[in-house]
Nanobody
Framework: QVQLVESGGGSVQAGGSLRLSCAASGYTEKNYMGWFRQAPGKAREGVAV????????YYGDSVKGRFTISLDSAKTTVYLQMNSLKPDDTAMYFC??????????????????WGQGTQVTVSS
């Protein structure tokens, strides 16, 4: 059984930083793993994803240059370092794993496994 356990959300003032973690268990394939977010009344948005077999990560346009995604050496935990946070970054952040059609648009939210979500709130 695949499980994703997220941690690291919270509240921060604009310009601050947070680091999210997502630990995966029960999964041994090479595929995409990463972060999505959803604000109230908005569609789920791809933030950053990375291929666990090794490749250049993908970032959403709104976070490029501010967020960094990385994997641990075991390729089972993904991190999202979020710097220069803005109020528009306020959302529930979800970890996701395994994109069945992994040759098409990695930031589209058609992933198989999802974490429970962790709230990020950025105040101005």
């Amino acid at each position: 059984q695949v499980q994703l356990v997220e941690s690291g959300g919270g509240s921060v003032q604009a310009g601050g930083s947070l680091r999210l973690s997502c630990a995966a268990s029960g999964y041994t394939e090479k595929n995409y793993m990463g972060w999505f977010r959803q604000a109230p009344g908005k569609a789920r948005e791809g933030v950053a994803v990375i291929y666990t077999g090794g490749s250049t990560p993908y970032y959403g346009d709104s976070v490029k240059g501010r967020f960094t995604i990385s994997l641990d050496s075991a390729k089972t935990t993904v991190y999202l370092q979020m710097n220069s946070l803005k109020p528009d970054d306020t959302a529930m952040y979800f970890c996701a794993l395994h994109k069945p059609r992994n040759w098409i648009r990695p930031l589209d939210p058609d992933y198989t496994y999802w974490g429970q979500g962790t709230q990020v709130t950025v105040s101005s």
